[in-house]
C-alpha cells in the first residue's frame, strides 16, 4: 500500500512539473495548472521558474549582461573620475607651491628676465610675435613673484614660511591654488597685450616721422 501512494504522488510530482514546464513555454507567465494544495504549488513553483529561466532567449541574456556591464563600467569611469579630480587638486596645490615658491627663491634672475624680453619686444617694436611671447614668459614670471607678495599682505609672514607652516591648513592651500591659477591665467596675458599696445602706439608716430624726414 505504502509503495502505491509513493508511485502515485512521485507520478503526481511528475505531472505537476511537467504542467509547469507546459505553462512556462506556452502561457508567456501565466501559471493556468499551478495546484491549490501547498506542496503541489511548491513543486509547480520551483519547476516553473526553471523552465522560465531556461526559456530565455540568448537575446535577453546578452542584455542583462551587456547592462550589468555597463553599470560596472559607470562605476568604474565614476571612482576613476573622483581619483583623477584628487590627483589634479594636489598636483596644482604642488605646481602652485612650485612656481611661487621658485620665483621667490629666484627673483633677482624674475626681475632681470623680465627686463630683458620687455627690451627685446621693445626693439621689434611690439609686433614680432616671437618675441612677444618671450616678453609674455617674462610677464608670467613677475606676476608668478608679485602673487607671493600678494599673499604675504594678506598673511602677513613671508609666503615660503606660510606654505610650510603646520598651522597653514588644506583649505587655505586651495583656496590660494585657485585664485592663483585664475590669476595667472588673466594677468601675465593682460600684462603682455598692454605693454605691447603701448609701445606699438608710442613708437609707430616717431616710425612714421623719420619716413617723412627721409
Known amino acids: 500500500m505504502k509503495e502505491i501512494l509513493e508511485k502515485m504522488n512521485f507520478r503526481r ?12 513555454q506556452n502561457s508567456n507567465g501565466w ?11 511548491m513543486i509547480y513553483d520551483r519547476a516553473f521558474e526553471d523552465a522560465q529561466e531556461a526559456n530565455r532567449s540568448d537575446e535577453e541574456i546578452d ?6 556591464m555597463e553599470m560596472h563600467d559607470a562605476n568604474a569611469k565614476g571612482v576613476m573620475f573622483i ?45 614680432n610675435a616671437f618675441l612677444n611671447g618671450l616678453f609674455y614668459v617674462g610677464c608670467f614670471a613677475i606676476a608668478t613673484r608679485f602673487f607671493a607678495v600678494i599673499v604675504e599682505y594678506y598673511e602677513g609672514v613671508p609666503y ?28 601675465p596675458y593682460g600684462l603682455m597685450k598692454l605693454v605691447t ?18
Open 160 to 187: 615660503v614660511n606660510y606654505i610650510m607652516a603646520d598651522t597653514t591648513h588644506l583649505g587655505d592651500l586651495i583656496k590660494y591654488t585657485f585664485f592663483y591659477f585664475v590669476y595667472i591665467c588673466l594677468v
Open 197 to 214: 599696445m603701448m609701445v606699438r602706439e608710442f613708437k609707430t608716430p616717431k616710425q612714421q616721422e623719420k619716413k617723412l624726414n627721409i
Open 83 to 127: 581619483a583623477m579630480a584628487i590627483g589634479l587638486l594636489f598636483f596644482s596645490i604642488l605646481a602652485q607651491g612650485a612656481l611661487v615658491g621658485y620665483s621667490v627663491n629666484y627673483t633677482p634672475f624674475v626681475i632681470i628676465g623680465f627686463i630683458l624680453t620687455g627690451v627685446f619686444m621693445y626693439m621689434a617694436n611690439g609686433s
Open 13 to 24: 510530482e511528475e505531472q505537476i512539473r511537467d504542467n509547469a514546464i507546459n505553462d512556462a
Open 31 to 41: 501559471a493556468s495548472n499551478r495546484p491549490s494544495d501547498y506542496e503541489g504549488r
Open 63 to 68: 542584455a542583462e549582461v551587456a547592462e550589468e
